[in-house]
């Protein structure tokens, strides 16, 4: 942590942050921190004076924020100056130590006080809202008055979880949508089998009823609808097709799923054909079998992942386990890697998982 004031006092356990006689804030960031899209900051707090702020993304004019002051919660959005998004929630400051945390996951954040969410839904996040570093920050229109006493501390990056119904889930819209709201504080994105490439080369398909459906979940929730579209070798799959069905049916992106990763020449020029489109395209390499995945980001402008690597390894977990003892519920200690979840469950893969075969 880097403290706006070079040092970072403790003592008996606790930290003491307070701003500067001339200062209005004081702030703990994380290092390196500013590449981080998926994360959290949690801070478990005994004393404030003035506000109490939780930062994510935070930059010059931009910045994702949970805090509170004597009367309201607040969970904002800022971009370019302007305050894009505004929840206040009116509350009474408690007279005990408690726990305030910030989860940014996909397109939208949550603030939660002692492990409850406390709004109906995340805030929207644009998709081209700049990184910036994520810490706290006690703050007070009077210089030398914000101070906070922080008994527990603690930040960092969240997994991305995407999940792939299979065709036989998509035919029970209840059922699929009671078994994703098990997700809906840990997945990313949604990313239903709707296109496929045909023996010709050439790439079609159309979602089904649950469209609609599943488009509403993924708004409500702040997920992204990335669905999948299978290719083989040789794809007559351009630019424009993916931008054009993106259109017509309100689609956030796309999951390229190859048997085989395709050539850096062949996600090149995908990645020029895109550059101005505002979609967030993955190259996956999986087949039914795969346990760990490849992923590449063709789209590097709204981005899913950290800008550090070239291609990511992905575990692909079977639906029966991930959901399994609700682990899919919070961010656990079992969900620390980035991974798929499958609907559609191959035998290698429950294997893997100790999963008995399937009847």
Not at 35 to 41: I, S
Not at 266 to 293: I, Y
Request: a neutral charge; one cysteine or more; charged letters at 20%.
């Amino acid at each position: 942590w880097i403290s706006s004031s070079g040092e970072i006092p403790t003592r008996m356990g606790r930290l003491y942050l307070r701003a500067e006689k001339t200062q209005t804030e004081a702030y703990l960031r994380l290092c390196g921190s500013e590449g981080l899209r998926n994360g959290f900051v949690q801070g478990t707090l005994e004393e404030v004076h003035g506000f109490f702020w939780l930062y994510a993304r935070r930059g010059p004019t931009t910045m994702i924020r949970f805090g509170f002051e004597k009367a309201n919660l607040f969970l904002q959005v800022w971009k370019n100056g302007n305050l894009l998004a505004n929840e206040v929630k009116p509350w009474r400051y408690p007279e005990r130590t408690f726990t305030l945390r910030l989860e940014v996951v996909g397109d939208g954040a949550m603030g939660y006080l002692d492990g409850k969410p406390m709004f109906d839904a995340p805030v929207t996040i644009p998709p081209d809202l700049m990184n910036g570093w994520w810490g706290i920050s006690p703050f007070s229109p009077l210089p030398g008055q914000a101070q906070v006493v922080v008994k527990g501390l603690s930040a960092g990056p969240l997994p991305i979880l995407l999940a792939i119904p299979n065709q036989n889930s998509l035919k029970d819209g209840d059922r699929l949508l009671d078994e994703l709201k098990d997700g809906m504080r840990t997945l990313s994105a949604i990313s239903p089998p709707w296109f496929r490439q045909s023996p010709d080369g050439f790439v079609g398909g159309v979602p089904g009823l649950e469209l609609s459906f599943i488009r509403m979940f993924t708004q409500y929730h702040r997920k992204r609808l990335m669905p999948v579209v299978y290719l083989g070798y040789n794809p007559r799959l351009t630019g424009e097709w993916l931008i054009k069905t993106a259109e017509q049916y309100y689609l956030n992106g796309y999951i390229l799923m190859f048997g085989e990763m395709p050539s850096d020449a062949w996600l090149a020029d995908m990645r020029k054909q895109l550059e101005k489109s505002d979609l967030c395209v993955l190259a996956m390499e999986a087949t039914p079998d795969t346990v760990v995945a490849k992923v590449r980001e063709v789209t590097v402008l709204h981005s899913l992942f950290q800008p550090t690597k070239v291609e990511w390894p992905m575990q692909m977990l079977p639906y029966t386990y991930a959901f399994a003892s609700n682990r899919m519920v919070n961010f656990t200690g079992e969900l620390t890697n980035s991974a798929t979840i499958l609907w559609e469950e191959s035998p290698v893969l429950r294997k893997a998982f100790g999963l008995p075969p399937q009847k």
